[in-house]
């Protein structure tokens, strides 16, 4: 009988604290996919905060998500259905309403802008993109 190493140990606690088992992942894409179907029919936007420990992949999950809803690039309007932002650190609504535009591949320096023409060009943006679903990543 083999004994297992601190090293070996360690490892296996790694592993342990990032897993998710398969029904909480499940979970959280049948509930990301009942928002999209959903915004699309209610007055008032649904959300949904999706939590966990750094490292569990949280990330990770919500790329892969979002990699099943690429681009459809138009000759008028780009659809994005899905719009994925990673916020940056210590950011105001200004900071964020521009990182948005940048995820729409807005081609125009904002930055002189106020927030509340800002938030406004991103709800058009959207509108025009018809897009269902923002997700934010490292929302503080």
């Not at 897993?19 to 209610?42: C, D, F, M, T």
Request: hydrophobic fraction near 40%; aromatic fraction near 8%.
């Amino acid at each position: 009988m083999s004994m297992i190493s601190e090293s070996q140990l360690a490892k296996i606690a790694n592993i342990e604290s990032i897993y998710i088992p398969y029904p909480n992942i499940q979970k959280a894409k049948n509930k990301l996919k009942e928002v999209l179907e959903l915004n699309s029919l209610l007055a008032e936007p649904e959300c949904v905060l999706l939590t966990g420990d750094s490292g569990s992949g949280k990330t990770s999950f919500i790329k892969q998500f979002v990699s099943h809803y690429p681009v459809i690039y138009d000759d008028e309007v780009d659809i994005r259905t899905v719009i994925y932002v990673e916020i940056p650190s210590q950011a105001s609504i200004k900071d964020l309403c521009i990182v948005i535009l940048k995820a729409f591949d807005d081609p125009v320096d904002n930055s002189k802008l106020t927030k509340l023409v800002l938030g406004e060009k991103v709800i058009n943006f959207a509108k025009l993109a018809k897009t269902k679903l923002l997700i934010l990543d490292e929302f503080q």
